[in-house]
């Protein structure tokens, strides 16, 4: 029997297929005690303590777009994937592809401001390898980052302890970055002011590691809001209902989502957490991030609860509409 | 003033314009107490541990050549970065970027690969992410693997510990890598039963960490033999003399690079070692390499001298050359 599947595009964003593949190649060849293809981290024990790791591939275009680069994006991204799972980011490594005919003064300004991101989250990168691919092969510039982190103190968070009834809170406005990517492509004439919201969600992280009530954080990247929301339904084996209305989005974002034909519950942030809270901790959550820098849109967007329908959305016409999982309608590359 | 310099092929093979590039990017960037960037894996405080880290790119072509491929490459290449400096390799995390296109079943068998390579290697792959680019826009596949090791003992190695007289030990014949992957590219007409080299290194660094005189390990992979004698000659300010005729080299390896004008010298291995060794340790060492498997043709190469010719290599009629370090000629890619 012969397997003529191909690789497609929305491989990789995050949605059904991408789950996928996963989970048919990846996991399946290298299942392991410790391999958990849904977190975003996974915690290692290390002799008498545990380190947190990670590791994250970035592929944006174009490289430099409003409010960061892939530079800064490959430090933000992974810092967040470790500050997510409860951990402090600690050490970097970085891994870089360059295609040949790459300007040296463009991958210096993009390492710079690598290296600027690394300071403002407080992480050391402390190794490196840098390949270079002939002319033509590669999209100019990719780079992957694994990070280690530590656990801040005794962090027990996961899918697995949510309740029916627990609350998900959003960090901040979502689209932001999906809509500033497509901006600086200049396909579509457009232009604004909007900024990528790339940043370390540490701060945000942090200010709930103390909270009983904590059972789950993501950031929202590819396949925005609307994957994050599946695959907390996917994982308790609850209904996740979110309010439409509650969740955040600039005008701007909203305006070009229109223009253009996108939803911004499937775009990717790159500084925003989505965090699942007890009901009796959730004044106190939104309250610690609503006092941080960036923290003034956070909100309570939805629920978990007893059902089987996966994620539904209640409108803001106050219609109830299922929000499907991303499929073979992949977005341009974001991140 | 402007910079419009731009990144060449042989910014990537592993000689001295590699070096420049690192140096006055990344390194100048990048800057902090633990990078070094000479060195194969760092060694990181962790609480009141020690925890040693490295990470690697893989781009080879063909993906599949005897003897490996690009999955078991990506697992032997990081195990080996931490063997030899001095580490146990426990676990690793997985970056992957597949071209829009790539054939499933083939994927399966590369990944399939990369899980027994880990297997045999002792290591854990614990964490992974997946990126998928548009089709012509990558050579295919590309992996990078981030290796996390333990050190086995109390290890103090490094370039810094040579002195004049300590001998330079190699595990086995160089270019097998090299040879298998430029002739499994077709491009030559040339078939033979050589295999690459690819393996753990593991047994062989292990077996010296009990020597006193155990100075310095390294794997000649990009850039070969030759750039691991510049690296430890620049590094230690003495003179490295190899002889010619002590090095190992195959029969077949020496037949295609005559016909195809390489020299063995600078070819990627991808599974040898090479020790630098006190004199009286020379033996003790050679011996317990020589019991392995794969170790027969392990040999005493040279010796680190005073002196500021950077190579001498002796050659088999009894003259002396000095050995360039590999500038702006790269060899096609093989790692």
New interface residues.
Partial sequence: M????????????GGRL?RE??E???A???A????D?RAD??T?P????E?V???????VQPLEFPGGDIGSLAVHGTVNDLAVSGATPI?L?????????????R??RI??S??RA?REDGV???????????RG???GL?L?T?G?G?LAREVRIGMDRISPGDRLLLSGPVGDHGISVLLARGDFGLAGKLRSDAASVLPFTQALLGLRGLRFMRDPTRGGLATVAHEIARASRLEVRLEESRIPVRETVRAACEMLGYDPMFLACEGRVVAVVAPEDTECAIAAWRGLPGGTDAAVIGEARSGSHGVVLRTELGGERLLEELEEDPLP?IC
């Fill in positions: 012969s397997d003529e599947r191909r690789i497609l595009l929305a491989h990789g964003n991408m593949l996963i048919e190649v990846f399946h060849h290298l392991g005690p410790h391999l293809t981290a996974v290692l290390w002799q008498t303590n380190l790791l990670t590791t994250d591939g970035f592929t050490f490594a970085l891994s870089v592809f360059i295609e040949e005919g790459f300007e040296l003064a991958l210096g390492v710079a690598l290296a690394a050391q990168v402390v190794a490196g390898d840098t390949k270079v691919l002939p092969e590669c999209g990719y992957s694994t280690i530590r590359r």
